[in-house]
């Protein structure tokens, strides 16, 4: 069985020959390996026989990073979304932001204008060689970007980022469509020019230790109208959706399924996201990947690594929707011999007795030309869409030209509604500003 095939099902809540695996390694981890057993040449994802692959765009505004000072320790750089950070020289930690571009929504207006899509966003020649040698390798192979609150962490100071969402809601919103529409565009431009994505792995960090970073209504009015667009556009596409999400996000979960997605991602224990839990709850509605302990990895007691993916592993991978991943990334704390011990561990617990067999469906080049799928008004649910309205397909040229972006969208459709706030909550503002998409329209409901 192939990776693709082996996720796919997985994905789709069947059952495969084994659970699929994909796991994130530090920088400072791999080279702690390759100087304790792990060969100098091997890319660990081939090493250990993961299953996935990931390709990209640039959706920054590509601003020129520059050193402005280094020593033994540290790094201070610019980034290319205009900010300043300081990094430990291995990369080990969440780097210190020093300076962020976005102070003033006129800020926010110099910045947008730097957003729009071009061909050189893709590095074409080192990218397709990836993804040729993946897809000869039968691997399932995610688009991989961003576009919601972690993303505007590099933009804004999360302190005022935070008071934004609340006082002015709209604007953020505004700017996490923006960022949404670029990587839509730019993923369409890919598949137009060479590549096929059996997935899309979208991140945002949007929790805490004990519970999302924002409420379930502020993520309704900021994020909600992005994520439907994005997840509705991916799987008109024929692709699964994953999202990397750390901390606690339970309370936004009902919302991420209404909104369309796929899997969950790493389900972090020590935020209290309990894989078992949770696949009990959503299980029939939502696959997981993640959620197995690192702080266990290195423990001299092996038995408590053992228990913790044989106890999970037993009620995750029942009737599918599992994926083996750590439940956030893999520390230098954790040996090169301590993580072979995890990897023989998923291989011997997580083999179903009975694989299924992928059903038969169109090829994703088969179906690219497919229209984006509008669905039905609704106030919010629990449970998928079931009836679906196709829309008249757009004409999208193989070449983009950012001088006609605004003439020509993508997306240029209707604006699908969120599902409706709380009675006592503050209504979803009804009027929206147009971005330079041509996604958001200035109409009133």
């Known amino acids: 069985m192939t990776s693709r095939e082996r996720v796919l099902l997985a994905l789709n809540h069947k059952e495969p020959d084994r659970i699929p695996m994909q796991d994130s390694p530090w920088g400072a981890t791999i080279k702690r390996w390759k100087t304790e057993g792990l060969p100098e040449d091997a890319d660990v994802s081939e090493y250990f026989g993961w299953d996935f692959a990931f390709l990209r765009a640039d959706c920054t505004p590509r601003f ?44 926010w207006i110099e910045i947008k204008k730097r957003l729009n899509p071009d061909f050189r966003r893709v590095d074409w020649v080192s990218a397709l060689a990836y993804y040729n040698k993946a897809k000869d390798e039968g691997k399932f192979i995610c688009y991989s970007g961003g576009f919601g609150y972690d993303i505007l962490q590099n933009y804004m100071k999360t302190e005022q980022l935070l008071i934004t969402m609340i006082e002015d809601p709209g604007w953020v919103k505004e700017m996490i469509m923006t960022l949404a529409e670029l990587n839509l565009i730019m993923m369409e431009f890919m598949i137009k020019n060479g590549f096929s994505f059996d997935g899309a792995f979208f991140f945002n960090d949007m929790g805490y230790r004990n519970a999302s970073l924002f409420s379930p209504d502020t993520y309704l009015k900021t994020h909600y109208q992005a994520d439907k667009m994005a997840y509705g556009f991916c799987h008109s596409k024929n692709m699964k959706v994953l999202l990397h999400s750390c901390g606690n996000v339970k309370e936004l979960i009902p919302m991420l399924i209404d909104a369309g997605l796929d899997c969950l991602q790493p389900l972090e224990v020590k935020a209290g996201m309990d894989l078992i839990e949770l696949k009990e709850k959503y299980g029939d509605k939502l696959a997981f990947m993640g959620g197995i302990d690192t702080r266990l990895m290195n423990d001299p007691d092996k038995t408590k690594i053992e228990q913790e993916i044989k106890t999970k592993f037993e009620v995750a991978k029942k009737n599918g929707g599992y994926i083996y991943h750590s439940d956030h990334s893999i520390p230098n704390t954790v040996s090169f011999q301590d993580y072979c011990i995890v990897m023989e561990l998923v291989k011997k617990y997580g083999v179903y007795e ?42 999208v040229l193989s070449e983009v030209k950012p001088e006609e972006t605004k003439k020509r969208s993508l997306f240029s459709r209707k604006q699908q509604t969120p599902p409706a706030a709380p009675a006592s909550e503050e209504k979803i503002e009804k009027k929206e500003k147009k971005s330079i998409f041509g996604f958001l329209k200035g109409k009133k409901k």
């Open 354 to 395: 009975h694989p299924e067999t992928l059903p038969e469906v169109p090829a994703i080049e088969e179906v690219k030309q497919q229209a984006p799928v509008e669905q039905k008004k609704k106030k919010f649910g629990f449970g998928r869409k079931k009836e679906e309205k196709a829309v008249e397909p757009k004409e």
């Open 64 to 107: 020129p990073v520059k050193v402005i000072e280094k020593n033994e320790k540290f790094i201070i750089q610019t980034t290319p979304q205009g900010g300043k950070r300081k990094n430990f020289r291995d990369y080990t930690t969440t780097p210190e932001i020093i300076d962020w571009p976005i102070k003033t929504k006129e800020d």
